[in-house]
């Protein structure tokens, strides 16, 4: 039986939040935390997801194109859910990001991210199942935007959020430090003949609605023409000229992955860097006044591009200082952003956990006193190499899932310490 029924009885009297507020309280490791073997054989795996349908499958994206499915029983299938010809001609290219309806198991609505061929940019796509219970797929597809992207630091992440709308991060492209300002950029800029715009930032959608006719701020879309989406009332620039309504925050270089927490909404960030900082960001579900994370003027707390001062760099320049960071020390290189930890293993509740794609490292963020974060590393037991650790995903009781794109590889989180009360909204 999961947590979830037990707590529903608990609560009536009160001592299912008692019991969840000790275990955040004494939060800690368990010594017998391990990895294990989840799924094997799979393609270039760059991400996983649950439809959170009751159904106790996981679909995991390969990045040549494919969505795979492991179903309940624990096995692979061989038959992939979905196909699509993607543009692979770069690491960082291909099939990125899934995401499902939060009324997947009735509606059978889902959707993805992926590179096209040639330079017709990154697209997000509708597809809707005829039956959503199926493990392979048949019924509509259809393109609901795309945005214009340089050869890589693609993002691709999309990600559904408590309040219906689906974030979508988005790669800032170009050179070194970004020399367009395409990451600060709030408006369509031509470079090169082309109109590049909505690159590095988190965009919010409503793709439960569309737009009749698009107004001249939506630069996903043609303006006065129908579009497959709308702007949700709330978006900061929504109802701001020369601004792109899409936008929800801005400033990252390659926000490869990132996490909603499913327990307040928050964004959790992994922004890749380039110099020698890798950062992982929160914004709060609500937003705020500033919505800017620093790239290219910062990286981290530092001075990103090399005519950059200050020594706190987001204090120089107003923007939003990184939760955590670390360098690219001992052969570091490329932050996996991961997830804030709201599963069955009580001692991780409201630990940040992620990750670095060269050292194979898991790191376990802890937020302390004053609200500072620390993390230790967590030995993942996988060879160093670069792609291994590069996305994290969630079953639907919470289970945490780590993907291995380098050795084709899917692993779950597990210890003896699993707990029969954890946060509500598992369902």
């Given at each position: 039986?999961?947590?979830?029924?037990?707590?529903?009885?608990?609560?009536?009297?009160?001592?299912?939040?008692?019991?969840?507020?000790?275990?955040?309280?004494?939060?800690?490791?368990?010594?017998?935390?391990?990895?294990?073997?989840?799924?094997?054989?799979?393609?270039?795996?760059?991400?996983?997801?649950?439809?959170?349908d009751?159904?106790?499958?996981?679909?995991?994206?390969?990045r040549?194109?494919?969505?795979?499915?492991?179903?309940?029983?624990?096995?692979?299938?061989?038959?992939?859910?979905?196909?699509?010809?993607?543009?692979?001609?770069?690491?960082?290219?291909?099939?990125?990001?899934?995401?499902?309806?939060?009324?997947?198991a009735?509606?059978?609505?889902?959707?993805?991210?992926?590179?096209?061929?040639?330079?017709?940019?990154?697209?997000?796509?509708?597809?809707?199942?005829?039956?959503?219970?199926?493990?392979?797929?048949?019924?509509?597809?259809?393109?609901?935007?795309?945005?214009?992207?340089?050869?890589?630091?693609?993002?691709?992440?999309?990600?559904?959020?408590?309040?219906n709308?689906?974030?979508?991060?988005?790669?800032?492209?170009?050179?070194?430090?970004?020399?367009?300002?395409?990451?600060?950029?709030?408006?369509?800029?031509?470079?090169?003949?082309?109109?590049?715009?909505?690159?590095?930032?988190?965009?919010?959608?409503?793709?439960?609605?569309?737009?009749?006719?698009?107004?001249?701020?939506?630069?996903?879309?043609?303006?006065?023409?129908?579009?497959?989406?709308?702007?949700?009332?709330?978006?900061?620039?929504a109802?701001?000229?020369?601004?792109c309504?899409?936008?929800?925050?801005?400033?990252?270089?390659?926000p490869?992955?990132?996490?909603?927490?499913?327990?307040?909404?928050?964004?959790?960030?992994?922004?890749?860097?380039?110099?020698?900082?890798?950062?992982?960001?929160?914004?709060?579900?609500?937003?705020?006044?500033?919505?800017?994370?620093?790239?290219?003027?910062?990286?981290?707390?530092?001075?990103?591009?090399?005519?950059g001062?200050?020594?706190?760099?987001?204090?120089?320049?107003?923007?939003?200082?990184?939760?955590?960071?670390?360098?690219?020390?001992?052969?570091?290189?490329?932050?996996?952003?991961?997830?804030?930890?709201?599963?069955?293993?009580?001692?991780?509740?409201?630990?940040?956990?992620?990750?670095?794609?060269?050292?194979?490292?898991?790191?376990?963020?802890?937020?302390?006193g004053?609200?500072?974060?620390?993390?230790?590393?967590?030995?993942?037991?996988?060879?160093?190499?670069y792609?291994?650790?590069?996305?994290?995903?969630?079953?639907?009781?919470?289970?945490?899932?780590?993907?291995?794109?380098?050795?084709?590889?899917?692993?779950?989180?597990?210890?003896?310490?699993?707990?029969?009360?954890?946060?509500?909204?598992?369902?």
């Amino acid at each position: 039986m999961r947590a979830n029924s037990i707590c529903k009885r608990l609560c009536a009297t009160a001592c299912c939040l008692l019991l969840f507020a000790c275990h955040v309280a004494g939060a800690a490791i368990p010594p017998d935390l391990h990895l294990t073997s989840y799924a094997t054989g799979l393609s270039d795996p760059v991400a996983i997801r649950s439809p959170r349908d009751g159904s106790g499958r996981m679909f995991i994206l390969e990045r040549a194109g494919k969505i795979r499915i492991v179903n309940a029983a624990g096995n692979l299938l061989a038959a992939p859910y979905y196909t699509r010809t993607v543009d692979t001609g770069d690491v960082e290219r291909g099939l990125l990001g899934l995401a499902f309806d939060p009324a997947f198991a009735s509606n059978g609505t889902l959707y993805i991210v992926y590179t096209a061929s040639g330079s017709s940019g990154e697209i997000l796509r509708r597809l809707v199942a005829s039956n959503p219970a199926a493990n392979t797929f048949s019924g509509s597809d259809t393109e609901v935007m795309r945005v214009p992207l340089f050869y890589n630091h693609n993002g691709g992440d999309i990600h559904f959020g408590p309040d219906n709308y689906l974030y979508w991060s988005t790669g800032s492209g170009t050179g070194s430090f970004d020399p367009e300002d395409l990451a600060q950029n709030l408006w369509k800029k031509n470079v090169g003949n082309l109109d590049y715009f909505l690159m590095g930032k988190i965009l919010r959608l409503n793709v439960r609605q569309t737009t009749a006719s698009a107004s001249a701020n939506m630069c996903g879309a043609t303006p006065g023409q129908a579009a497959q989406y709308a702007i949700p009332a709330g978006n900061p620039y929504a109802a701001t000229a020369n601004t792109c309504a899409e936008i929800w925050a801005y400033g990252f270089r390659n926000p490869w992955r990132f996490s909603i927490d499913r327990a307040n909404g928050d964004l959790w960030i992994g922004d890749v860097g380039e110099g020698n900082w890798e950062e992982i960001s929160r914004f709060p579900a609500a937003g705020g006044s500033n919505r800017n994370f620093g790239y290219p003027q910062c990286e981290g707390n530092h001075p990103g591009r090399p005519s950059g001062t200050g020594s706190t760099c987001p204090a120089t320049y107003g923007s939003i200082a990184p939760v955590m960071e670390y360098s690219h020390a001992n052969s570091r290189c490329s932050v996996a952003g991961g997830v804030r930890y709201r599963g069955p293993i009580g001692p991780l509740n409201g630990n940040y956990i992620f990750g670095d794609s060269c050292t194979s490292e898991v790191y376990i963020g802890t937020e302390g006193g004053g609200g500072a974060w620390t993390f230790v590393t967590f030995p993942s037991g996988i060879a160093a190499g670069y792609g291994t650790v590069v996305a994290f995903g969630e079953g639907q009781n919470g289970d945490l899932y780590l993907v291995d794109h380098q050795n084709g590889r899917v692993w779950r989180f597990d210890s003896a310490a699993s707990d029969l009360i954890f946060a509500s909204g598992f369902e």
